[in-house]
């Protein structure tokens, strides 16, 4: 996905919906909901090449007109930008339970979070984290799309679908579940243990609450959950099944048998003494991974539909690729083939040359 394209990449025009800045030309600023600005950067030192053959379609062309998350620094996207650039980290130690015994003790553990105004009490005090995440930042995406309660009656509901992941799914309500099974018996399960803990969850309370009657299911592929399911979002815009899809990730596993899981595997970082640098995936001498938890949601939509509603455009998704090492369960690849095939696929669909991609450091996230 390319936020913005510079003109040596020759897209479509998008002109009449973006905002340029006079000193800047490849830079477009937009207005969240707060005084904060954001600004999306595309490289333009790419030299000029025979671009391939790319989308014109407005009715297949996808953009995103909007953002949500539920983060360790709270659910404003602003802040949340800010806080990555100045470089600050979300890490620190578990303190939801007693982690002293566990070799790994830290995480980004979400504290403080609020849903008021979101979801109604009754069911908060229901429904796993995941869910609750899942459901803030569906919602706030909306929002910064211009589409707030008192707007989406406009929607076609019918055409308008959600797809939020989770890899772990409601793991609280399924650990719960178990506890109440092992020490009360099967009629102190509570009635939500099931729905609460399957992974579809969150886009079907999603689309419940929203009216949205368009594509709803569930992707979890690990790591990759949520680049799955803006894929996914992404090709029921083009093939003409929706206009618009709220699409993204959502994920609360930082509870005991969530990171003795990890820790089970060997997967976790152990550097308790130094929590805030752990994530060091690109480091020889990495120890593991660091958990975290929350949720991050897009609004997806086509050019067509996002320019008849007059929706200020982020980004415009090109393409996208998936397939599998067949390999390993956590290893990739020694000889790459995997990854290198993805971002053909990738390219291919995108309609990109290779020369137009000036870098990248995560050829997973492409």
Not at 125 to 135: E, K, N, P, T
Not at 266 to 287: G, V
């Amino acid at each position: 996905m390319q936020s913005l394209q510079s003109s040596t990449l020759r897209p479509a025009p998008l002109d009449p919906i973006r905002k340029r800045t006079p000193h800047f030309p490849n830079v477009t600023t937009r207005t969240a909901n707060s005084s904060r600005r954001i600004s999306f950067i595309s490289a333009s030192s790419v030299p000029a090449v025979s671009a391939p053959k790319r989308e014109m379609d407005p009715k297949k062309r996808v953009v995103i007109t909007g953002m949500g998350l539920v983060s360790v620094f709270g659910n404003d996207v602003n802040t949340y930008y800010d806080k990555l650039l100045a470089g600050e980290s979300g890490v620190g130690p578990i303190d939801r339970f007693d982690a002293s015994k566990f070799p790994t003790r830290f995480g980004g553990q979400i504290r403080g979070f609020s849903s008021e105004g979101y979801i109604d009490g009754k069911n908060d005090r229901r429904l796993d984290d995941c869910l609750r995440y899942s459901i803030v930042a569906g919602k706030k995406a909306l929002e910064d799309a211009d589409l707030g309660a008192d707007q989406r009656s406009k929607l076609d509901k019918s055409r308008t679908g959600v797809l939020v992941g989770s890899g772990m799914g409601g793991l609280t309500v399924f650990s719960d579940g178990v506890h109440a099974l092992i020490e009360k018996g099967h009629r102190k399960i509570t009635p939500f243990f099931i729905p609460y803990a399957i992974t579809n969850m969150g886009s079907a309370l999603l689309a419940i609450d929203l009216g949205f009657m368009g594509p709803n299911y569930s992707i979890s592929t690990a790591c990759a959950t949520s680049n799955y399911c803006f894929y996914a979002a992404a090709n029921h815009i083009r093939r003409g099944e929706a206009d618009l899809m709220i699409a993204g990730g959502t994920e609360a596993a930082i509870i005991p048998v969530g990171v003795g899981g990890f820790v089970a595997c060997r997967a976790l970082s152990q550097r308790n003494d130094d929590p805030k640098t752990a994530s060091r995936p690109w480091d020889r001498d990495r120890d593991g991974f660091v958990m975290g938890e929350g949720a991050g949601v897009l609004v997806m939509e086509s050019l067509e539909h996002a320019t008849k509603r007059g929706a200020t455009i982020i980004a415009e998704y090109l393409g996208g690729g998936i397939n599998c090492d067949a390999y390993h369960m956590t290893d990739p690849r020694a000889d790459g083939l995997g990854v290198s095939t993805c971002i053909q696929r990738c390219l291919e669909d995108a309609g990109v040359s290779p020369e137009e991609v000036l870098s990248f450091s995560d050829p997973l996230s492409l």
